[in-house]
């Protein structure tokens, strides 16, 4: 169910990408940084998932949900 949702959500903005005149190189590597990035998270989160370190994992989302809104009302 996931994997059609991201590929629907992938062929909408096939247009956007094309509209906006990336070559195929930076978009590779902004993939290539986006799973790389994404991957290592994962691999911390359940690192600290494992240890039973949850009081580490609430500042992370502190930090990241003020990030998104700071993002979001300067924008």
Known sequence: MYLVASFGVALLGVGEVRDAGFGAGPLVAMTVASFVTGYLALLWLFR????GRFRWF???LW????????????G
Not at 48 to 51: G, N, P, T
Not at 63 to 74: G, M
């Open 58 to 60: 609430a500042p992370y």
């Open 63 to 74: 930090f990241v949900a003020a990030a998104t809104l700071i993002r979001a009302l300067a």
């Open 48 to 51: 600290l998932l494992r240890a």
